[in-house]
């Protein structure tokens, strides 16, 4: 009895469509229909249109209206009133819905009627699981706002030639509606027929937006014989809702080692609140002046008993190869044992960005094994020589040792591989040009950060190798008369920054002074800052690393490279706006 009146129902309310009907030929090929459970408002690519009756929940199943899904998806529907059936021609599928004999024949096979037809008010509803699968539509449900979003193609296959289909390009996105900064997500499912691989062309595609308005969004696809779809086209609409703006976008979702230009007033940060000293358990002797070799001679020269930091940086400007050489002379009676605890060094380069950058990565990862040699009372031995210096190329080493003993080392520009011309005194002091050298007191330095253990509420940021937030470490130049030396840069130091449960931060570089290129290694991650080439103060700021919130401690290790100009500002913005 009820399959009885289900079919009188059936009937009345098709006996509308007399006539067979093609709603294809005036249909777009690409359609995104959106719905709400009993409500007769509906969108067809955005477009409102007006429903008989609503769609329907019955039973934990979901019911579309037939008629209007017929003309919305654009394939043909028919009524045949002899046979009391209704027929369905989406492009790759033929169903009869037989009314009278109360079946359903998909593509020649019977399936059962029971739960495919759903009957309100005199209105034909079907199942929205069975009859979008069945045509190859895409779809889904949002239980929250009771929400059903249909995405289809009705696009059959296209033979170019006897053997190639052409491909189909098609998406979705996560919803329809999105607010101003909010990510857009897409969900890519275009296919080829052939299974070749498909090129994407997009237009109009944006990771967000920041007016309201409604966003067309077309992706065309290329199969590998070189055979492009028909464009597919979806409509994004931007509500009048701010997520984020055009400024702070980037903070939260732009990759991790790219940069992004900002208005965001950076330079009038606080500087985080900290407490910084030096370490004077290892001294350091810089040899970076003259910085350009322009003829052979000691470079600088002085002693290390103990723990110390060997650092040089030069450029051959002569005409000729230059042997540059760090030796280690024995003044005493006894045996002194050299230990290399660590080092970071670097074939001579002609690219000085490089050298430094390279140098600094080697130093900070810190992966090379302890080595030592003796060196026998009254001698000189060859610490490290690099022959073959050519003409425009630079060099940049670090070595941490450690001496049983005092031992003299000279950083040499050396005319060929000849320690005796060293011995015999063939090399004297060469004139410094203005760049660092001298022997400072420390080679790291200690900075403790946040102590309160309060995670960020405000972005900070922490300037190194600004004069006006740390002084230049005093040292002395031995080859003038041990007159006061400056490490203006801090160059061959060690930074280790500790900092007490930031919270969820993005850590950003903005390069102040020119050009940079440089390693940081944070909670042991050794990060490339940037990826390739170069910053500028031109570049605005490049995002290092996101925190996760987790973290109990933040640290960082820094050296500031050869060849980078100094000052730069570290940032630390908090990210839990959002939450």
Same mark, same amino acid.
């Given at each position: ?43 067809v690519?955005f ?7 609503a769609p329907?929940?019955?039973?934990g199943?979901?019911f579309?209206p037939a008629k209007?899904?017929?003309e ?6 028919q009524?045949?009133a002899?046979?009391?059936t ?7 599928a ?5 009314l ?6 998909e593509n020649?096979?019977?399936i059962p ?6 009957i ?13 699968d ?10 929250i ?10 696009? $059959?296959?296209t033979?170019?030639d ?12 996560s ?17 080829d027929p ?12 944006e ?8 966003y067309?969004i077309t992706l065309t696809?290329?199969?590998?014989s070189?055979i492009?779809s028909?464009?597919?086209t979806k409509y994004?609409t931007i ?8 400024q ?15 208005n ?6 606080d500087?985080i609140?900290h ?24 470079l600088?020269q002085?002693t290390?008993?103990?723990k110390?930091?060997?650092y040089?940086?030069?450029?051959n ?10 030796l ?10 050299i230990?290399t ?8 380069? $002609?690219?000085?960005n ?7 990565v080697d130093f ?6 302890d080595?030592?040699s003796?060196?026998?009372?009254n001698?000189?031995?060859f610490?490290k020589?690099y022959p073959?210096f050519?003409?425009q190329?630079?060099?940049n080493t670090?070595?941490?040792v450690?001496?049983d ?7 040499v ?5 000849n ?6 005194g063939?090399?004297?002091p060469?004139?410094?040009d203005g760049h660092?050298?001298?022997t400072?007191p ?6 403790e ?5 309060i995670?960020?509420?405000?972005p ?10 740390? $002084? ?6 031995v ?5 006061v ?13 500790s900092?007490?449960?930031p ?6 570089l903005r ?6 290129k440089?390693p ?5 991650e050794l ?6 080439g170069?910053?500028?103060?031109l ?14 401690t933040?640290?960082?290790?820094f050296?500031?490279p050869?060849?980078?100009?100094f ?6 913005? $908090? ?5």
């Amino acid at each position: 009895m009820l399959k009885k009146s289900l079919a009188m129902f059936l009937v009345a309310a098709l006996l509308v469509i007399s006539t067979p009907v093609s709603t294809n030929a005036a249909s777009p090929a690409t359609k995104q229909i959106i719905l709400y459970l009993n409500e007769t408002d509906a969108f067809v690519n955005f477009e409102t249109v007006t429903l008989d009756t609503a769609p329907v929940a019955v039973h934990g199943r979901t019911f579309l209206p037939a008629k209007f899904l017929g003309e919305a998806l654009g394939f043909n529907v028919q009524w045949i009133a002899e046979s009391k059936t209704i027929i369905l021609e989406p492009s790759d599928a033929y169903i009869e819905v037989n009314l009278k004999e109360m079946t359903i024949t998909e593509n020649g096979t019977k399936i059962p009627f029971d739960d495919k037809v759903f009957i309100d008010k005199g209105n034909s509803l079907i199942h929205m699981g069975w009859i979008l699968d069945t045509v190859g539509a895409h779809y889904q449900y949002d239980s929250i706002n009771k929400k059903i979003e249909i995405n289809y193609s009705n696009l $059959p296959y296209t033979f170019t030639d006897g053997n190639h289909a052409k491909p189909v390009a098609r998406f979705t996105s996560s919803k329809s509606h999105y607010r101003i900064g909010e990510p857009i997500k897409l969900v890519d499912l275009s296919y080829d027929p052939d299974g070749e691989n498909l090129a994407r062309s997009w237009m109009g595609k944006e990771e967000a937006y920041f007016t309201a308005g409604t966003y067309p969004i077309t992706l065309t696809v290329t199969d590998g014989s070189g055979i492009e779809s028909e464009p597919y086209t979806k409509y994004i609409t931007i509500v009048d809702d701010v997520y984020l703006t055009r400024q702070h976008y980037p903070l939260y979702f732009q990759e991790e080692g790219t940069s992004f230009h900002t208005n965001l007033s950076l330079l009038t940060l606080d500087q985080i609140p900290h407490e910084m000293e030096y370490d004077f358990e290892r001294k350091l002797l810089i040899s970076d002046s003259p910085e350009m070799i322009k003829e052979f001679g000691i470079l600088y020269q002085d002693t290390i008993n103990g723990k110390g930091r060997l650092y040089a940086n030069h450029l051959n400007v002569m005409d000729q190869n230059v042997t540059f050489a760090i030796l280690a002379t024995n003044d005493t009676d006894e045996d002194i044992k050299i230990k290399t605890t660590n080092s970071g060094e670097v074939k001579p380069t $002609p690219l000085v960005n490089l050298m430094g950058h390279i140098a600094s990565v080697d130093f900070l990862l810190d992966e090379a094994a302890d080595s030592q040699s003796i060196v026998k009372p009254n001698e000189t031995i060859f610490y490290k020589i690099y022959p073959d210096f050519l003409p425009q190329y630079g060099v940049n080493t670090f070595y941490d040792v450690e001496t049983d003993g005092e031992l003299t080392f000279s950083f040499v520009a050396m005319d060929d591989v000849n320690i005796d011309d060293f011995e015999k005194g063939v090399y004297a002091p060469l004139e410094g040009d203005g760049h660092v050298r001298g022997t400072f007191p420390s080679s790291e330095i200690y900075i403790e950060a946040n102590q309160s253990g309060i995670p960020f509420t405000q972005p900070y940021r922490l300037s190194i190798g600004d004069q006006t937030i740390y $002084p230049s470490i005093q040292g002395v130049d031995v080859f003038d008369n041990d007159s006061v030396a400056l490490n203006k840069g801090h160059y061959g130091m060690v930074y280790h920054i500790s900092i007490d449960n930031p919270g969820e931060v993005v850590i950003l570089l903005r390069a102040r002074a020119g050009i940079f290129k440089g390693p940081i290694k944070i909670n042991g991650e050794l990060v490339m800052v940037p990826n390739s080439g170069t910053l500028t103060h031109l570049s605005g700021v490049h995002i290092i690393k996101r925190t996760t919130g987790e973290e109990k401690t933040l640290e960082i290790e820094f050296t500031p490279p050869a060849g980078s100009a100094f000052p730069i500002d570290l940032i630390f913005y $908090p990210l839990d706006q959002l939450k």
